[in-house]
């Protein structure tokens, strides 16, 4: 028969390894805790750089796409101030004429209407009110502007003066370029 070794625990030497293996395990497993703590701090103060430079570009780009459009917007207000609505008005101040008398005088009664508009506008509102089933004349004024009418029945009077609305709208218009609204360039 043989005997078996029989294995006894002992209370010696090997705890005290066992015991220093146990505390250079937690030395190392708390440095390592704190070296990734460490590197994750470092990646979100990375990625938080990387964000606040990136959300900076896009404000700085939105700026500058801003200032393009509103530069552009002055090119489009001076194109319709200088050549788009003042050949508007140029073009349809006697039909607007016409259009006002039909619908404010002319329907009230049978009393003669009486315009006076610049003279170079005399033909052209003649033509325009020759449809009118009312007595319309046209007379004349070189003192009004050129696309200025004063319309008048019976005592009632109506001034229609497009050059003031034009240069209304023009004043206006100007005040949306960039000269004009505060909007200053940076370099």
Same mark, same amino acid.
């Given at each position: ?12 030497? &090997? ?15 708390? #440095?390592?805790?704190?070296? #990734?703590?460490? #590197? ?13 430079? +990136? ?34 008005? +140029? ?31 005399? #033909? ?5 009110? &020759? ?29 229609? &003066? ?26």
């Amino acid at each position: 028969m043989m005997l078996a070794a029989l294995k006894l625990e002992s209370f010696g030497d &090997d705890q005290l390894e066992e015991a220093a293996a146990n505390a250079e395990y937690e030395n190392g497993y708390t #440095a390592g805790y704190e070296a #990734a703590q460490q #590197a994750a701090a470092q990646e979100a103060e990375r990625l938080t750089a990387e964000l606040v430079q +990136a959300l900076s570009d896009m404000s700085f780009t939105y700026s500058e796409a801003r200032q393009d459009f509103i530069l552009s917007l002055g090119n489009l207000v001076t194109a319709l101030t200088s050549s788009v609505l003042p050949h508007c008005v +140029a073009s349809g101040f006697a039909g607007q004429v016409a259009d006002l008398i039909m619908q404010t005088f002319a329907s009230q009664n049978n009393a003669a209407i009486r315009v006076n508009v610049h003279p170079e506008q005399v #033909a052209a509102l003649t033509a325009a009110t &020759d449809q009118i089933s009312a007595l319309v004349s046209v007379v004349g004024d070189p003192r009004l502007t050129r696309h200025m009418a004063w319309i008048g029945q019976d005592g009632t009077e109506i001034q229609v &003066d497009m050059d003031r609305h034009l240069t209304e709208i023009t004043d206006l218009l100007r005040n949306l370029s960039p000269q004009h609204n505060g909007t200053a360039q940076h370099g």
